[in-house]
């Protein structure tokens, strides 16, 4: 099996409170935007209880609300999540 060409999603992000940047691959966009919002609702549930906190992302929305409102409660230096894609070339 040869990976020339072979397409990839990285899924790399930071929690407000814990420590590091967890980086995974996958095989498949969806695969990655799943990981992406299940890392953004473990974020959203570790807030606790806060008025108008949304109660979950889900693959489609990740990015947009979920993400935004935990980077303004948070701010957006210590509380984010990438989706890359990379094309493996040799």
């Known amino acids: 099996m040869t990976m020339l060409g072979m397409t990839i999603w990285t899924v790399q992000g930071e929690h407000f409170s814990n420590p590091g940047m967890p980086l995974t691959v996958h095989a498949t966009e969806d695969g990655a935007n799943a990981r992406a919002a299940e890392l953004v609702s473990i974020m959203l549930k570790d807030t606790g ?6 109660r979950a992302a889900f693959p ?7 993400i935004g409102w935990l980077q303004d409660y948070h701010g957006a230096a210590h509380c984010w999540v990438e989706v890359s894609k990379l094309v493996v070339e040799a």
């Open 60 to 66: 489609s929305d990740w990015a947009g609300v979920p």
């Open 49 to 54: 209880r806060v008025r108008g906190k949304p």
